[in-house]
């Protein structure tokens, strides 16, 4: 199974910072990589598709980048309504994988 | 627009089984797949498995091969995840999102069903 390790485990930042989360596979992906937002209680929401793109209706303050094994999340320009925890996916192979998830407060 | 609007809540006792259903509108339901997928009380996201409505092709993690059975019914665009031999540790809220592979990925989600497991 790819492994998929994301860091930092939760970060505080606030309103109009830029804001980067880290995702590492075990092994190469093939740019095969997803970003999704949840905020408590909700649905996860996908953001970003094949490590950059980004998806229908989704600000673009949102970005996303990365190839091989090692890709990122940032966030420019942090709104209040980023809060949420932040999941990398690997879907190049089965079985689907995660990371474990990057917490944004808002300071 | 696209929804896909998931079964209620369950509460179900060890050993028991659990039927989540997934109805889907705004789109051909033969044209994604289906991921399911659930997260523990305070824990991340974890993949139970895919299902193509086409085909009927399914594809499941190894940890949950036997006790976990995907299927839909196109007639009605609804995608079924039953679960069976529960334990305590499935307690969860199951979601089931449209999914298209090596292209857009998991795109849209249902709203989560919440399944508790307890004697």
């Known amino acids: 199974d790819i492994q998929m390790t994301q860091s930092p485990s939760s970060l505080s930042a606030s309103v109009g910072d830029r804001v980067t989360i880290t995702c590492r596979a075990s092994?190469?992906?093939?740019?095969?990589l997803a970003w999704f937002q949840q905020k408590p209680g909700k649905a996860p929401k996908s953001l970003i598709y094949t490590a950059s793109s980004l998806q229908s209706g989704v600000p673009s303050r949102f970005s996303g980048s990365g190839s091989g094994t090692d890709f990122t999340l940032t966030i420019s320009n942090l709104q209040p309504e980023d809060f949420g925890t932040y999941y990398c996916q690997q879907y190049n192979s089965y079985p689907l994988t995660f990371g474990g998830g990057t917490k944004v407060e808002i300071k | 627009q696209v929804q896909l609007v998931q079964s209620g809540t369950e509460v179900k006792k060890p050993g028991a089984s659990v039927k989540v259903s997934c109805k889907a509108s705004?789109?051909?339901?033969?044209?994604?797949?289906v991921n399911w997928v659930r997260q523990a009380p305070g824990q991340g996201l974890e993949w139970m498995g895919w299902i193509s409505p086409y085909t009927g092709n399914t594809n499941y993690p190894q940890k949950l091969q036997g006790r976990v059975t995907l299927t839909t019914d196109t007639s009605t665009a609804t995608a079924y995840m039953e679960l069976g031999t529960l334990r305590s540790d499935d307690t969860a809220v199951y979601y089931c999102a449209r999914d298209r592979p090596a292209t857009v990925g998991s795109d849209y989600w249902g709203q989560g069903t919440l399944v508790t497991v307890s004697s």
């Open positions: 705004g789109y051909t339901f033969t044209n994604y797949g």
């Open positions: 092994q190469v992906i093939n740019n095969y």
